[in-house]
């Protein structure tokens, strides 16, 4: 497998993306991060890593009236998916979708009055670079918004399932292979998938002030009989997960096995130690799959858990 990023134009990647950030962001919480970040009508906002959109459609209603907006991506697939589907949202103002590098953004300096961008800087291998990039094409008093997670937490952190009963011996092993497939990743060059604990600091060294942030208040809950959309949504896509035929989702299991381990090598892991995790993991699996299906048939099953992802914002001074 290639050390490079994903394409995530990619049906399979592509799709993720969408079923991923239904659901994300609460409408409740959207609309108290507008406050707080001091949107306004008649924005002119920039997207850096746009993808298909997904943050100019989000807070659109909260500046979008005689604003604009520049979606910008380097992928050339998703932004025609973003530009065909911007006239649905993208009412009382205009949207514009431009192909472009987050190291070189094609916009001039101090020409919008707020950068947003959500889950790039964690692909990022120079994420300093991008943020400079942000700060040049914002005006002076303009607002950059970040939206990054914490994956290590999630990753390390307990979730109460009816269907595993993990012992301590896993999940101090899980514990310290994600740390050391963490280390890897980054010196792939895949990039830092907990940075949003460390972009406050990089915008306090690139002289942005005001920097504050918060932390998105969803959490993951399934529990019978399943009464919020947000569950319903969460449950039916666990039927349809675990529903894929035995090819595909093998085929998938391979690919994030031999990912974790290119990662877990690069990060100084001992084969030895991996190979009896991955023993470990196997066994968990063939235990544990049969009864997940069956307390999804029964419509029984709950689990509860979460991760940390984080909203940052800051100010461009005036020098």
Known sequence: ??????????????????????????????????????????????????????????????????????????????????????PNWAIGGTAEFIQGDVYKIPLPDNSVDMVMCQTLLMHLKNPEHALAEMKRILKPGGILMCKEPDNISGMTSRRDSSSEDRSIEYEVLSFKLTLIAYKGSISLGRGDTSIGIRVPKMLSDLGFKSIDMRANENVHLLLPPYETKKQRYSFE????????????????????????????????????????????????????????????????????????????KGIKNFD
């Open 1 to 86: 497998m290639s050390n490079k990023n994903v394409n995530w134009s990619d049906e399979k990647w592509k799709e993720m993306i969408i079923k991923q950030r239904v659901f994300l962001w609460s409408e409740d919480a959207i609309e108290a991060y507008s406050k707080w970040l001091g949107l306004r009508q008649g924005m002119r906002v920039a997207d850096i890593g746009c993808g298909l959109g997904y943050l100019g459609y989000t807070y659109w209603k909260y500046f979008g009236n005689n604003g604009h907006y520049i979606g910008i991506d380097i992928n050339e697939d998703l932004l025609k998916d973003a530009k065909a589907t911007s």
């Open 237 to 312: 896509q666990l039927k349809e997960r675990i529903n894929k035929n035995e090819e595909t989702k093998e085929k998938e299991r391979q690919f994030w096995k031999e990912r974790f381990k290119e990662e877990y090598l690069a990060g100084g892991g001992a084969l030895e130690e991996l190979q009896q995790f991955e023993k470990m993991v196997e066994e968990e699996r063939e235990k544990n799959e049969a009864i997940l299906k069956d307390q999804v048939k029964k419509r029984i099953y709950h689990s509860c858990g979460g991760n940390l992802f984080f909203i940052i």
